[in-house]
């Protein structure tokens, strides 16, 4: 559990990096460096999934630029200077994978080598603010749909049976910040959903072979007050189409 006692804590969920790929967008990157390194309050980091391509024989293996062994080095470099705020590590499609046809499980690899919680599945966090409880639930994802209204409703039905405050979901490369309120005793509160966004090119990519929805490569920082309200603030790279 985080506690913090007073004035506004900040989330950073980071998913589909896709670190390794052809297109792999290094500047949004930096973006984010700058984005958190900026922000002096409390704040800490949810690792989602998807974050290097993990090639194989028969996936993606000419659409990588190095090996899987120099990737996995190279995202814990990227997190290590950050790693006390490091919550969770949890796998994506492409971790699993790996462990599927290798016994690989990269993702406790980097969480362990962070310090931090590994998850194959989901996760619950609890943020004490002011004494009142913020619950935190977090998942790679399991679906998508070619348009962000469409994927935002159904991920909202999913979330039914998941009682939390934020819910944080990558997989579908869409960066989209939703709310609707809940009734409950004592009058209600606000639940969040958000999809986390990706680092991605989309040009030649697979997004652009199948016809995807164009999603410019794009991550949220959140912002929650005493009063567990959430506030968004989307930082977007260029869509090279």
Known sequence: MIDVSDGQFYIFPVSDLHYGSNWFNKSVFEKWKTAFESTWENKCIYLLGDLLEFSTTRVNAYESNMTTEDAINDVIDLFEPYKEYVRFVASGNHEVRGKKEFNLDVTKVIAKQLGARYTRNDFYDKISLNGSDFIVYGKHGTS??????????????????????????????????????????NGGYMKSFVFTGHFL???????????????????????????LNVSSKKFMGGCKV
């Open 144 to 185: 998508t749909s070619k348009y962000p209204d469409l994927a935002m409703k159904n991920f909202k039905i999913d979330m039914g049976n998941v009682d939390a405050n934020l819910y944080l979901q990558g997989h579908n490369h869409f960066a989209e910040f939703s709310q609707k309120f809940q009734r409950d005793y």
């Open 201 to 227: 090119d989309y040009k030649n990519s697979y997004a652009h072979n199948k016809g995807l929805t164009v999603s410019p490569p794009a991550f949220f920082r959140l912002g929650v007050n005493n009063n």
